[in-house]
């Protein structure tokens, strides 16, 4: 808040003539004020110009600078999104309608989507179950990667690189139109070296770890995307295909897979771009069709896709517990194939605006490898959904909406392949039973959006679920990388959610503020809780629910100063408590804490195709932890960032986009980072650079 009032303060002495246009702010206050009345969530879209000028190294870093978005960092080049404070199997990532559907339960690995591929996004914040179904608990990112070619011949290239993995890159996109039929094709390739942070040592449970020239050895790695789309849009009709295909190979930090990497014949500080054991790749295919028509008041929309996500972890044959030393190197093995469809309906009806839809997916895993974490297993969900959008007027919309989903899940039983003594006599232990669960949900949603002058104010209030995951239910082994031993409750019931979201947006030539305070309360949450037992010498962390309240707020203001000098302000608080169970009264485990950023930027021209900023991102000291967890000291950080675009000859245009996080070089420790586990800080100075020709 210090921030918010220090930028509000120097604004208050900008002169209140300003040059812009008024022309020009008409256009933009009425665009900004039709997308706020669109839905009564919390939503920001994100255009492509955006991605281009703000472009941070991975997708979710450069969409961390929304209020309420946090990106998680999974080693050298990944990461991970988090909308506030919830991920993985709470956050869909929704891909041209289609949502994605990888292996997002995995802590290390990242969304295997090809972020030059996108064209635009949109980010709703809090549950939207309603339109989404399971999973859409804790809120969407909408990635749009189809848009049609207007031009015969249109596309880029573009190198970009990062310093403190030494990363580089290429890629290149091109497409065209010839009457109504269109294509579009993409690749990206993707190397990087072991990350470096600022310390020369970590502890590993009391074990020291030299770090040569401060890099994470055998943290490198490669990413090899591709895509191509075909389709044809007419008047009042479009189709297209699009088939992609993204690989990823990442090292697994060597020291952090057990301490007997001590007795390795590998020599990892023999070069900081190979990729030695233990190490994981990730191969995901996908194909999408999406068909719309429509006329006057009547559209429809069918999506469907098919996806195919590979991944195996190899590691270096090393016997624990009773397990004998393993022959071959395959640790786990994944691999899982996803069918959906979905069908949509809208109906302009006078002051009625109805949409309707269904939408089934079916899933299918098997695994392999001498190492066991999750069993094999199947899963499928069906469910419907109709929404009103009632406008009474053209400042006042209100929207309800119902749904019902159906989801059965099962999962295989698991032996390991070795023996174990119990008792005197040697047994193969079950690790996962047979199980069969169905789960039936119902979930509603009401909102209302009011504009009066230069307010917009909305309010949604609603319920959300989740299934539980086949990981949740069954899974019971170690996750080396994440540093602990997980053990699943095959007696999980769904997740359910109600919440609250309140949107309050002002904004004339000079100011815009807006202030977005939400409530949550979860009835039965599922989540990880640490023990103070371990299990072949790792923490054992055990998934159960309890009745778990949430609440909190994200606030920005932007003033212009001038057209070219803009000051801006952020920050956000969110509070977690449990209120049942063993740990009733403590926080939720790796709970993020507040955070806030203020910035200065100057544009170089009035037409916004060039700045250079400067922001101070500052994070405050978490002490709301669960037992065994530590508390996390605050930090701050000084961050650059800027862009320019140069017209070249004809229609070549010029981007060049730069950003550099901690100048200062700072040593700090990141809450929500399982890094942090064994001592090891956030990365050093790292400037990211991308220079890209259009034409």
């Not at 191509?228 to 190979?249: A, E, P």
């Not at 037992?627 to 960032?641: A, I, M, Q, R």
Request: aromatic residues 12%; neutral net charge; proline residues 4%.
């Amino acid at each position: 808040m210090i921030t918010m009032l220090l930028a509000a303060a120097l604004c208050s002495a900008a002169p209140k003539d300003t040059t812009v246009r008024l022309d020009a702010v008409t256009v933009t206050g009425l665009q900004r004020r039709d997308y706020l009345m669109r839905t009564s969530q919390s939503a920001v879209q994100v255009s492509s110009e955006f991605l281009n000028q703000n472009f941070a190294g991975s997708l979710m870093q450069t969409l961390e600078s929304l209020p309420g978005v946090k990106a998680m960092a999974i080693g050298s080049g990944q990461s991970k999104p988090v909308i506030r404070g919830m991920g993985f199997n709470r956050l869909v990532v929704s891909e041209d309608g289609i949502k994605h559907e990888g292996q997002q339960w995995g802590d290390d690995h990242g969304l295997e989507i090809d972020q030059f591929a996108v064209d635009r996004a949109e980010v709703i914040k809090g549950p939207a179950a309603l339109l989404y179904g399971s999973d859409a608990i804790g809120g969407v990112l909408n990635l749009y990667t189809n848009h049609v070619p207007a031009e015969p011949l249109k596309g880029s290239v573009q190198v970009f690189g990062r310093t403190n993995n030494e990363q580089i890159g290429l890629s290149a996109k091109v497409g065209g139109r010839s009457g109504g039929f269109f294509y579009r094709a993409n690749v990206t390739l993707i190397d990087y070296a072991d990350f470096r942070v600022p310390t020369d040592s970590i502890q590993y449970y009391s074990y020291w770890i030299k770090l040569k020239d401060r890099r994470l050895r055998n943290t490198a790695g490669l990413e090899h995307d591709g895509s191509v789309m075909l389709g044809y849009q007419g008047y009042n009709f479009h189709t297209d295909v699009r088939i992609s295909d993204s690989y990823l190979k990442s090292g697994f930090f060597a020291n952090a897979h057990g301490l007997e990497v001590r007795l390795s014949d590998i020599d990892y500080d023999r070069s900081r771009r190979d990729v030695d054991l233990p190490y994981q790749w990730v191969n995901h295919l996908k194909v999408l069709s999406h068909t719309t028509w429509r006329n006057d008041v009547l559209s429809a929309e069918l999506n469907l896709a098919y996806q195919n996500n590979v991944r195996e972890e190899l590691s270096e044959p090393v016997s624990h517990g009773y397990m004998p030393k393993p022959d071959g190197t395959l640790e786990r093995r994944f691999n899982k194939n996803t069918y959906t469809a979905a069908f949509l309906l809208r109906y302009e009806l006078g002051r009625h605006s109805l949409q309707g839809g269904v939408n089934g997916e079916l899933q299918h895993n098997r695994r392999d490898g001498w190492g066991f974490i999750i069993p094999d297993f199947e899963t499928g969900s069906v469910g419907g959904f109709v929404l009103d959008r009632f406008t009474l007027r053209e400042n006042l919309i209100l929207n309800a909406g119902l749904r019902f989903d159906y989801a059965h899940t099962h999962i295989h039983s698991y032996q390991d392949w070795f023996a174990t003594p119990v008792g005197g006599t040697a047994v193969y232990q079950q690790r996962s039973a047979d199980l069969r669960r169905n789960f039936t949900s119902f979930t509603w949603s009401a909102g209302i959006n009011y504009s009066l002058g230069q307010w917009v104010m909305k309010a949604n209030v609603g319920k959300a679920f989740r299934v539980p995951i086949p990981k949740e239910l069954g899974t019971d082994g170690i996750n080396y990388h994440i540093f602990r031993y997980e053990r699943g409750n095959a007696q999980l019931d769904p997740e359910e959610s109600y919440q609250l979201d309140i949107s309050v947006n002002w904004a004339n030539g000079t100011w815009e503020i807006g202030v977005e305070p939400y409530l949550n309360y979860f009835p039965n949450y599922i989540f990880l809780t640490p023990t103070a037992q371990y299990v072949e010498g790792l923490q054992l962390y055990n998934y159960t629910q309890a009745r778990v309240l949430r609440f909190g707020m994200e606030a920005q203001v932007t003033c212009r100063l001038s057209d070219r000098w803009h000051l801006h302000a952020q920050g956000e608080y969110l509070y977690a408590r449990q209120k049942s169970g063993e740990k009733k009264g403590y926080a939720l485990p790796f709970s993020m804490p507040w955070s806030a950023d203020a910035g200065v930027k100057y544009y170089f021209d009035k037409r916004a195709e060039g700045f250079i900023g400067f922001n101070a991102r500052i994070v405050g000291r978490q002490d709301e932890i669960v037992p065994p967890e530590k508390p996390t000291d605050g930090y701050w950080t000084l961050n650059l960032s800027g862009a320019k675009k140069f017209q070249l000859n004809g229609s070549i245009t010029l981007n060049v986009a730069l950003h550099a996080d901690n100048l200062l070089n700072r040593r700090y420790y990141n809450h929500t980072s399982y890094y942090r586990l064994i001592d090891v800080p956030e990365p050093g100075r790292n400037i990211a650079l991308k220079v890209g020709m259009e034409f």
